[in-house]
């Protein structure tokens, strides 16, 4: 090799060695998910370099994975549009910390936009069309990397039905998705859309989930402030026979599947007038449904559900509002303003409107259930094994995650087991340790 060479390679592996550039005050907060962590959550099935529309980012429900949800509807839908897309997954089936989830999106909204060169669309079911909205406030370089957001039973303003069932304890998702959740509450404070933005939400007087949702006027799911162009549609109003519900307007709705397209292929959000009612009322799958296939996947769907809830965190209280979210970081205006937290990493240890110690400890020793599915399996916390119990003879095996005295910010509890039939699970959770004193 030649000398020219040669300092041509070290130049370029010194590059590749310098640290990363720190959180531009503008882009919001730094991201405390490692990179390799985010980078791997994104699954694109092609290049999205070169793209000539939008490509879609797919972002899965509650209880949900992308596969489960999107595999065997919108995905291959959008293959048959012409539409590029990716998938993000989010941590624990969606039910962990939402604020947490939301570094996902933010890392694939400026992934994909990269890759693409242009801006990207995103759809999203449930949560799944709430969350983008969080990344969208709260990291305000991503508003110019998205053009649409359409969102699917999205629960933009939280749900009542959540409020009996949180009584007690709950996933950190249910806690915040309640409808007067501080996270909700954080949301909404100030504009709920933004300009150069247009919005899409579809949403059912069925919905038993996200509730209540009977109208534009009062539903959670609607957005109604806010610079950005938005459309809210109840899909009775368009097949005033459709009874599909929260579950089926995320999976195989027609009605909701036309919105969304119509948002995607043209400028502003969906336009009822655009729509047919003669042939989108009378199709009682969207395209991308294979009727053949349709019951084995919608049981796939509903299994992923009770999958996730059986492999869920339990906490006594919703999760405290990060500092950027709060207003309590420094050079912050809190959830009403458009200021960011100018790259300082959010404290763990943050209440709403409360400053958190600069020392903390951890005092969590608590129980896991597994996947009740599971006959024997190994349980490592922090990469140390510890030991695996049955509750009873016929019952489900637990462990003992034990967090006190862990420096470490957040401990990563690994577990692999075997069903009866000797198909293996597997699953990762993240705790954080931080508690105030």
């Not at 899965?60 to 998938?87: H, Q, R």
């Not at 796939?300 to 979210?325: D, H």
Request: aromatic content about 6%; overall charge positive.
């Amino acid at each position: 090799m030649t000398p020219s060479r040669v300092a041509i390679v070290v130049a370029f592996i010194t590059l590749l060695l310098l640290p990363a550039a720190p959180a531009r005050a503008q882009d919001g907060p730094a991201l405390t998910v490692p990179p390799a962590e985010l980078a791997a959550a994104l699954n694109c099935p092609k290049p999205l370099a070169g793209a000539t529309r939008a490509p879609v980012l797919l972002i899965p429900g509650t209880n949900l994975e992308p596969k489960a949800n999107f595999d065997w509807n919108y995905m291959p839908a959008l293959d048959k549009a012409g539409i590029p897309w990716c998938s993000v997954t989010l941590p624990g089936f969606a039910l962990g910390d939402l604020q947490i989830a939301a570094e996902y999106v933010v890392a694939s909204i400026r992934r994909m936009r990269a890759d693409a060169g242009r801006r990207i669309s995103i759809v999203g079911f449930s949560q799944g069309g709430m969350i983008g909205r969080w990344a969208l406030r709260f990291w305000p370089d991503t508003r110019t990397m998205v053009e649409d957001l359409v969102g699917l039973a999205p629960s933009n303003h939280g749900t009542q039905s959540a409020e009996g069932v949180c009584a007690t304890q709950c996933p950190p998702a249910y806690w915040q998705q309640r409808a007067v959740s501080n996270f909700i509450k954080a949301l909404n404070t100030g504009p709920e859309t933004f300009a150069g933005i247009d919005y899409t939400v579809a949403f059912t007087r069925y919905d038993e989930i996200v509730t209540p949702n009977q109208d534009e006027a009062t539903g959670s799911s609607a957005l109604r402030t806010g610079d950005g162009r938005r459309s809210n549609t109840l899909i009775q109003s368009v097949c005033p026979t459709n009874t599909n519900e929260h579950l089926n307007i995320g999976s195989f709705d027609n009605v909701g599947w036309s919105l969304a397209l119509d948002a995607l292929t043209h400028d502003g959000p969906a336009n009822v007038s655009r729509l047919d009612p003669g042939a989108v009322c009378t199709q009682p799958f969207m395209p991308g449904v294979n009727p053949a296939t349709f019951p084995a996947n919608y049981a796939r769907y509903t299994a992923t559900l009770g999958q996730g809830a059986a492999q869920a965190q339990y906490v006594p209280a919703e999760p405290p509002l990060r500092c950027y979210a709060a207003g309590t970081c420094a050079g912050t205006t809190g959830a009403g303003g458009t200021t960011t937290a100018g790259g300082t990493r959010p404290s763990s240890g943050t209440t709403s409107g409360t400053r958190a110690s600069a020392s903390c400890a951890s005092r969590r020793r608590f129980t896991i259930r597994l996947d009740r599915r599971m006959r024997r399996a190994t349980v490592t916390v922090a990469g140390k094994r510890v030991r695996v119990r049955r509750t009873s003879r016929r019952g489900r095996l637990t462990a003992v995650v034990d967090l006190r005295k862990r420096k470490a910010s957040v401990v990563t509890v690994r577990i692999a087991g075997r069903t009866k039939t000797g198909r293996r699970l597997t699953a990762t959770r993240r705790y954080r340790t931080c508690a105030r004193r």
